[in-house]
Antibody
């Protein structure tokens, strides 16, 4: 059974750096074609794609956020970490991670999401 | 930046057919994906590679593509299909993007 779980602080202050961890099971990020992505959703708003890392450690970032994002993986721990610098109240959102078994197959399994509020 | 355009809302009666469109300049060259999201839940993939249906997704969900527009069709809509639907694809550089979402209301 494939599962993903997001974890991280529920509250961060403006200008701080957010670090989120996606811990997964049921698949390996060392398998050829496998990818993990991060997506967020502000309250009442649309989904926004943030970043993706693949089995070969290639990394892709949203054009609008790429200067603030870093994605990395620890294959031995089955974890993918996303950091976002210089947090602002507009970054308040539910953050999801999702698996992509092969690049063209879409995000087939999602975590339940973790809510992050940015406030002083 | 690249955008995918969806209608904000679509309404249908039970048993009718719902069609939700998604438009984007790169769609002729990039696959489209559709996700269903119910309140308080994570999104669920319902269509991938324009028209493929993941296992476990009912046959009433189908996808199609024509030029710069892709369409999610739900035939014989049921009350449980009421949800937000998002298309997702990639720009010319291969970076992903979501549409603004469409709220499907079953009257």
């Amino acid at each position: 059974q494939v599962t993903l779980r997001e974890s991280g602080p529920a509250l961060v202050k403006p200008t701080q750096t957010l670090t989120l961890t996606c811990t997964f099971s049921g698949f390996s990020l060392s398998t050829s074609g496998m990818c993990v992505s991060w997506i967020r959703q502000p309250p009442g708003k649309a989904l926004e794609w943030l970043a993706l890392i693949d089995w070969d450690d290639d990394k892709y970032y949203s054009t609008s956020l790429k200067t603030r994002l870093t994605i990395s993986k620890d294959t031995s721990k089955n974890q993918v970490v996303l950091t976002m610098t210089n947090m602002d109240p507009v970054d308040t959102a539910t953050y999801y991670c999702a698996r992509i078994p092969e690049a063209a197959n879409g995000m087939d399994v999602w975590g339940q999401g973790t809510t992050v509020t940015v406030s002083s | 930046s690249y955008e995918l355009t969806q209608p904000p809302s679509v309404s249908v009666s039970p048993g009718q057919t719902a069609r939700i469109t998604c438009s984007g300049d790169a769609l002729p060259k990039q696959y489209a994906y559709w996700y269903q999201q119910k309140p308080g839940q994570a999104p669920v993939l319902v269509i991938y590679k324009d028209s493929e249906r993941p296992s476990g997704i009912p046959e009433r969900f189908s996808g199609s593509s024509s030029g710069t527009t892709v369409t999610l069709t739900i035939s014989g809509v049921q009350a449980e299909d009421e949800a937000d639907y998002y298309c997702q694809s990639a720009d010319s550089s291969g970076l992903w993007v979501f549409g603004g979402g469409t709220k499907l209301t079953v009257l």
